[in-house]
């Protein structure tokens, strides 16, 4: 946790149908317990993300409109070029609040 206003989610090194369902409960009970807590903004760091499939790809879309539908802003940090790459590939990146560093 970064602060009382903002909560940090590391990211594991890939984000796949073999970790789906895995990543999905981490990320759901993180943002649910940001909610409850009133925390308005939930980073996930994605410096260690070696690995994005279109599985993945799909959990950060659902998890961005899980934390909209709360009222919480979802930020991305230190995310590696070649997951920027599939996110402007898949013309997704518009829907993630990516912070540059």
Do not use: C, W
Not at 27 to 39: H, K, Q, T, W
Not at 54 to 73: D, P, Y
């Amino acid at each position: 946790m970064n602060s009382a206003n903002q909560d940090i989610f590391t990211a594991p090194p890939r984000i796949t149908a073999a970790n789906r369902e895995q990543f999905r409960k981490a990320s759901l009970a993180f943002i649910d317990d940001a909610a409850r807590r009133g925390v308005p903004i939930v980073t996930y760091d994605l410096y260690a993300t070696e690995e994005l499939d279109a599985s993945g790809l799909g959990l950060l879309v659902n998890m961005q409109k899980r934390a909209e539908e709360l009222g919480i802003t979802l930020e991305m940090v230190r995310m590696p070029k070649h997951i920027r790459h599939l996110l402007v590939l898949t013309r997704l990146e518009h829907l993630f609040v990516i912070v540059e560093e």
